[in-house]
Nanobody, 115 residues
């Protein structure tokens, strides 16, 4: 059964940095557009950033210049590097793997930015 395994997250002060990682099976990873979404209580799940199998990335305006995404094909892992974190970035972050007809989700990891 295909699944995504997330790690990272936690608590950080404003201005700090965190890195999230998400590992998929190789068969999924090599064809999927990988992405990170986030959700706060009572709100919809919004896309933060995505990266295609070819390496093209797309960022939400709110994180441009602060977040970067990369994928390590050898490890079937995608990384989300979050810098200059703000309290508004507090949310549960979900990894997503998307390819025709299939959308897989990770279990979610909490990111809390507060002083």
């Amino acid at each position: 059964q295909a699944r995504l395994v997330e790690s990272g997250g936690g608590w950080v002060r404003p201005g700090g940095s965190l890195r999230l990682s998400c590992t998929a099976s190789q068969s999924v990873f090599r064809i999927a557009t990988m992405g990170w979404y986030r959700q706060t209580p009572g709100q919809q799940r919004d896309m933060v950033v995505s990266i295609t199998s070819g390496g093209r990335s797309d960022f939400a305006d709110s994180v441009k210049g602060r977040f970067t995404i990369s994928r390590d094909n050898a490890k079937s892992t995608v990384y989300l590097e979050m810098n200059s974190l703000e309290p508004e970035d507090t949310a549960v972050y979900y990894c997503n793997a998307n390819f025709p007809g299939v959308s897989l989700w990770g279990q979610g990891t909490q990111v809390t930015v507060s002083s």
